[in-house]
């Protein structure tokens, strides 16, 4: 009963406050057309292309949630969350490519973009090789550190070891789609992930279905993918570049300033990264320890959660490429009408998918798996995904304008806040009393404290923008 209210008290404030929002909007839109139109020109491709990531990994889990065990399910959820706390960490690459891409294009820099995909994709490679040649002590150490029976690690194992051959791959395509996206070239994004993530889609069912391959099949399938992707990224990039601008860039590529200026920009990027995927491995970890059942379900509520991250992280990705645009073009009475378009949206497609959640869970989940006993007592916690994915939609929001500005060092700050004031605590409060629903109001508090110290910082963004240019109520 009280989770039942916390929810109620929770959607009624939202639902308020969206309607509100809402009915502002239509008059807000009349006076900021054009900004309005380009950010949704840019949102709608953005989400379908971040979209296409998520559905391809669930259709793999769908493939491995109908097989006849469930452990198979349960061991490539262990190997994802070591996959996911390497290029998640990772994503850095991509999220500082957009930023002092965006800037560059602000400015009319053209020779500043190619150096900022030359210096990434640098980065890139070198990081990528290192993780493949470190494969087995990073899967070693990852594997003793997650709770699992054997069995189930010997299958997440297998995942494991087929898929980090693609780990060079996902790194260059991050810094290719963060230089695509930097230069508000989403339909780019779109057509090659769409094309990545449908070959993973196929590979999979023949994989998983037909060739009987099980984990094996779905890790060499993601790897495949991903050097498909990079390809098709390549062939897109090399189209933007002109010959002469190429000869000019190495030139100039080992200027180590420069290189000083991306690593700081990086280095902040990914200590917020590294803290937040050690949240979710915590959460995970503690998942285990609750049971294989509970780990199950953690795991699809999570799938759910991370669907919709990328969805609101499309929004994010919009609201970061034209955050640094009107950076470099020192446009700043736009940072404040930008940051309320991307709020509201984001708020309204989180509350819309949790609701769907909770109004129908047999529907969303049956699709996931068809194994009732861990359907049924899913339902206690979808009321979380309201709370859970309200919080995530507005820091989601806040991470991408932060960066932006290449505020790196305020990103890096609010992280530590995050997990030390907000998660830490709670999470140790559900490990001691074996509870789940205090393992969810822990990532509900990581993402809260996120949330108000990124906000208590918004202020000095807006020092010299015209307070006329902007007429709609505060989220």
């Known amino acids: 009963m009280v989770y039942a209210f916390f929810t109620f008290t929770i959607c009624r404030i939202l639902f308020s406050r969206l309607v509100l929002s809402a009915l502002s909007m239509f008059n807000y839109a009349k006076a900021n057309h054009d900004l309005l139109r380009r950010f949704y020109r840019l949102a709608v491709v953005n989400v379908l292309s971040n979209l296409t990531e998520p559905l391809a990994g669930l259709i793999g889990i769908a493939f491995l949630g109908h097989l006849t065990e469930i452990r198979y399910l349960a061991g490539v959820s262990l190997a994802t969350i070591l996959f996911n706390y390497i290029y998640e960490n990772s994503l850095f690459l991509r999220i500082s490519t957009t930023a002092l891409t965006a800037q560059a294009v602000g400015r009319n820099d053209q020779e500043a973009m190619l150096q900022t995909l030359l210096r990434n994709g640098f980065i890139a490679l070198v990081l990528g090789v290192l993780i493949f040649i470190l494969q087995y002590p990073i899967g070693a150490l990852g594997f003793t550190l997650l709770n699992g029976s054997p069995e189930v690690e010997s299958i997440g194992l297998a995942y494991f070891n087929a898929r980090i051959w693609g780990a060079p791959a996902v790194l260059l395509n991050f810094v290719i789609i963060g230089w695509f996206l930097g230069r508000e070239q989403s339909g780019k994004v779109l057509l090659l992930t769409a094309v990545g993530n449908a070959a993973n889609i196929v590979l999979n069912y023949f994989s998983i279905m037909r060739w009987d391959l099980g984990s094996t099949g779905a890790g060499l399938s993601q790897a495949i993918s991903e050097y498909l992707t990079l390809l098709v990224g390549m062939l897109l990039a090399s189209r933007c570049i002109e010959w002469q601008e190429l000869r000019t860039a190495v030139r100039q590529f080992w200027n180590w300033s420069a290189f000083e200026s991306t690593f700081i920009l990086n280095s902040d990027v990914l200590v917020k990264s590294l ?65 309320q378009i991307s709020l509201l949206t984001s708020l309204l497609l989180a509350v819309t998918a949790s609701g769907a959640c909770i109004l129908l869970p047999e529907t969303v989940f049956g699709l996931l798996t068809n194994h009732t006993e861990v359907i049924e007592p899913i339902k206690r916690y979808v009321p979380w995904l309201l709370v859970v994915l309200s919080c995530f939609s507005i820091a989601w929001i806040l991470e991408g304008y932060f960066t932006g500005l290449a505020k790196g060092q305020s990103l890096r700050n609010a992280s530590f806040a995050a997990i030390l004031l907000g998660f830490a605590p709670v999470a140790v409060w559900a490990w001691l009393a074996h509870s789940n ?25 807006f020092e010299s923008h015209s307070t006329a240019a902007c007429q709609m109520p505060k989220l």
């Open 275 to 339: 803290i937040y995927m050690s949240a979710w491995t915590i959460f995970f970890n503690l998942s285990a320890t609750f049971g294989t059942e509970i780990l199950a379900e953690n795991t699809l509520l999570q799938q759910v959660v991370f669907l919709i991250m990328f969805l609101v992280d499309g929004i994010g990705f919009t609201t970061e490429t034209l955050t640094g645009n009107f950076k470099g073009q020192s446009a700043n009475d736009q940072l404040l009408p930008l940051l």
């Open 437 to 461: 629903h205090l393992l969810w109001l822990a990532t509900s508090a990581l993402m809260a404290t996120r949330v108000v110290i990124l906000g208590v910082q918004l202020p000095q963004t």
